[in-house]
């Protein structure tokens, strides 16, 4: 699944949020930080999101 900064994923606990960093692939998963609409944030791997809601520019 190919996810840039900005757009909007599902995870799979149901929670959404907006993509504020893409950090660097590493040995094993994909690593996102995420914004919240309470504001918070939290790094979330790849194999906890279930898809991507919002494209914010095409790949």
Known sequence: M???ELDVVK???GREGT???KYP???LLQAYEIEFD???T???KEDE???VLWI???H
């Open 2 to 4: 190919e996810i840039d």
């Open 11 to 13: 995870l799979k606990d």
């Open 38 to 40: 309470d504001g918070e």
């Open 49 to 51: 999101i279930d898809k």
């Open 19 to 21: 993509v504020v960093h």
């Open 42 to 44: 939290e790094t979330i």
């Open 25 to 27: 692939a590493g040995i």
């Open 56 to 58: 914010a520019k095409a």
